[in-house]
């Protein structure tokens, strides 16, 4: 699999409530990444405390947690050259007052800790995050390289 070709997102529930995904999705194929593999649902408590399990000892924990488990989300796996780096700067920082115009978070966040989506971080992590929400044969890469793989192992 080409995991530098893929990345993973969640379009958060402050986004999804605020009737954002159809937007935010625009966004993201206008700039050219494809959806590899997408869903909604609804994530529970010890979901997102894995998830978001490096940021355990942070002091926002508990509220990320919380608001990421207070509606649906939508995740999705997508797939461009260099996609990590490249969704990054689509996204934006961390912090919507600090993201350039034009970004998603910069167009759609309400703060910082509702801050419309996730990118993930590196490769691996991308290929972690991916798997966590998809089975390989959920993920729909152009070339079908992960449908490939899947039918290998079963
Ligand atoms: P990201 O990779 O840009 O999403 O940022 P991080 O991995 O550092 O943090 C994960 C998520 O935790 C962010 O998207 C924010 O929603 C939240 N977060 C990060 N830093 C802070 C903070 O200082 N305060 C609050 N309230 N939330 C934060
Ligand atoms: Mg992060």
Redesign the pocket.
């Known amino acids: 699999m080409e995991s530098g070709n893929l990345t993973f997102t969640m379009i958060?529930p402050g986004a999804v409530s605020n009737e954002y995904i159809g937007p935010i999705l625009s966004k993201i194929t206008e700039a050219g990444f494809r959806i590899a593999a997408m869903k909604m649902i609804k994530l529970r408590t010890a979901q997102a405390e894995v998830f978001?399990g490096?940021?355990r000892d942070?002091?926002?924990f508990k509220?990320?947690v919380e608001?990421m488990t207070s509606g649906p989300i939508v995740v999705a796996v997508l797939e461009k050259e260099n996609a990590v780096e490249a969704y990054?700067a689509l996204?934006g920082?961390?912090?919507p007052e600090e993201a350039k115009s034009g970004t998603i978070?910069k167009l759609f966040a309400e703060?910082?800790?509702?801050?419309a989506?996730?990118?993930?971080?590196s490769d691996e992590n991308a290929l972690n995050e991916a798997m966590f929400f998809f089975s390989r044969s959920e993920i729909f890469t152009k070339d079908g390289e992960v449908m490939m793989a899947a039918n290998q192992i079963v």
């Open positions: 958060k978001y490096i940021h942070r002091p926002f509220s990320l608001f990054r996204i920082n961390t912090n978070r703060s910082v800790s509702k801050n989506v996730h990118g993930s971080d």
